[in-house]
């Protein structure tokens, strides 16, 4: 009997990838305008690259560490351009996936408790929570800073079970990184959901007991299993 869904939050619910181009380039264009002497694809395929070899997407002084590469110094005139125009894109491109809300009503008229398991930091969870106006949803919100470990490590799992209340195997886990999301769950005993609209490596095997393409598509593998059950 499944009694609680627990879902990760960037390329699950939230299209996070697409919010993080759309902000990149609008910081891009920004320092451009402010005296940046350096063409528009060159300094986005810079910055990624930063991006790749910090290994944090979430890095807040990305911008910094860009200028000190191509510049050799800080030019805060134009960091400071960049970030006012990285911030203003990533609030207004800040959006969910279709079918978010009614599938989240829909869990919760069933009695199914909500949890949130994200790698993010506690704030940075909890800001795309308010901004979405998602956050009354869940029982449950776990973040990197609750445990100080990020998926597939069991603890933060185990933390968000805890707070629900429930079993392993009362569990379903819907996540976009098989390495990350499916392994972790099914070691700690959960049942999994992969969601493919949300893949940026192009997993061909998630190991996922349910694949979806459409997060609505949750709802019904929730009542299948449950009728099944009874």
Known sequence: MIKAVIFDLDNTLVDFMKIKEEAISASVEAMIDAGLNLDRETAR????????????????????????????????????????GYRRAKDGAMALYPHVIPTLMALLRRGLKLALLSDASRLQVWLRLAELHIEHFFDSVVTFDDTGK?????????????????????????????????????????????????DLFGTQNSGADFEIQDILQLIEIVDIENSSSK
Do not use: C
């Open 150 to 198: 990020k998926k597939p490590a069991s603890l933060p799992f185990q933390k968000a079970l805890s707070q629900l209340g429930v079993k392993a195997e009362e569990a379903m886990m819907v996540g976009d990184w098989a390495e990350r999301d499916i392994e972790g769950a099914r070691k700690v005993g959960m049942k999994t959901v992969f969601s493919q609209y949300g």
């Open 45 to 84: 395929q810079k910055i990624h690259k930063i991006y790749e070899r910090e290994g944090n997407i979430e890095d807040q002084n990305i911008l910094d560490k860009f200028l000190q590469q191509v510049q050799g110094e800080i030019d805060y005139r134009i960091l400071s351009a960049g970030i006012v």
